[in-house]
């Protein structure tokens, strides 16, 4: 459960250091919209890091769904932050093919969902959880990282080894 305090801790802070490209909240007060694709690791845990909370002057707003769901690809384009559980690592392609120039920060589990298609991968390394960054899937997805976040990270190129960065 601690590890998955921490992930929900995560996914909600990185609300804090993206940009996300004007046009991607309909207004300034627009939820930030944070969506669980598959099995869902937090239960309640992610509904409880982000209940009450603000980032400016925007709340948060939870979805879940799965690629077994009719409306998932609608569902899923709605997402500002989408964190895509293992069970639906087969699905990979119709996911990425639904959001092709849409903005959303796509978060997995290791360094391999980080290099191969994902922005963020979470890893658990001598019991703490690890960051990799693929910067160059955010910026393909229109985001920009902040540098707080880029220094806490190990930045992952998909054509070169992974390399520490920061801390």
Same mark, same amino acid.
């Given at each position: 459960?601690?590890? =998955?305090?921490?992930?929900?801790?995560?996914?909600?802070?990185?609300?804090?250091?993206?940009?996300?490209?004007?046009? =991607?909240?309909?207004?300034?007060?627009?939820?930030?919209?944070?969506?669980?694709? @598959?099995?869902?690791?937090?239960?309640?845990?992610?509904?409880?890091?982000?209940?009450?909370?603000?980032?400016?002057?925007?709340?948060?707003?939870?979805?879940?769904?799965?690629?077994?769901?009719?409306?998932?690809?609608?569902?899923?384009?709605?997402?500002?932050?989408?964190?895509?559980?293992?069970?639906?690592?087969?699905?990979?392609?119709?996911?990425?093919?639904?959001?092709?120039?849409?903005?959303?920060?796509?978060?997995?589990?290791?360094?391999?969902?980080? *290099?191969?298609? @994902?922005?963020?991968?979470?890893?658990?390394?001598? @019991? *703490?959880?690890?960051?990799?960054?693929?910067? *160059?899937? =955010?910026?393909?997805? %229109?985001?920009?990282? %902040?540098?707080?976040?880029?220094?806490?990270? *190990?930045?992952?190129?998909?054509?070169? %080894?992974?390399?520490?960065?920061?801390?």
């Amino acid at each position: 459960m601690k590890v =998955a305090k921490v992930k929900a801790a995560f996914l909600y802070n990185f609300s804090k250091f993206v940009h996300w490209p004007d046009g =991607a909240f309909a207004a300034d007060d627009s939820p930030v919209v944070i969506g669980i694709f @598959g099995e869902d690791p937090f239960r309640d845990v992610l509904d409880n890091a982000v209940k009450g909370k603000t980032i400016g002057r925007r709340p948060f707003t939870i979805i879940r769904t799965s690629a077994d769901a009719r409306d998932w690809r609608s569902v899923v384009r709605t997402c500002h932050i989408l964190y895509v559980a293992d069970t639906e690592s087969s699905r990979i392609g119709p996911l990425l093919e639904s959001l092709a120039n849409i903005p959303v920060l796509l978060v997995g589990e290791g360094e391999p969902f980080a *290099r191969s298609w @994902g922005s963020i991968g979470f890893a658990l390394e001598e @019991g *703490r959880v690890v960051l990799h960054i693929n910067r *160059r899937a =955010a910026e393909n997805a %229109g985001l920009k990282l %902040g540098a707080d976040l880029l220094g806490i990270a *190990r930045l992952v190129d998909p054509e070169a %080894g992974a390399r520490r960065n920061g801390k």
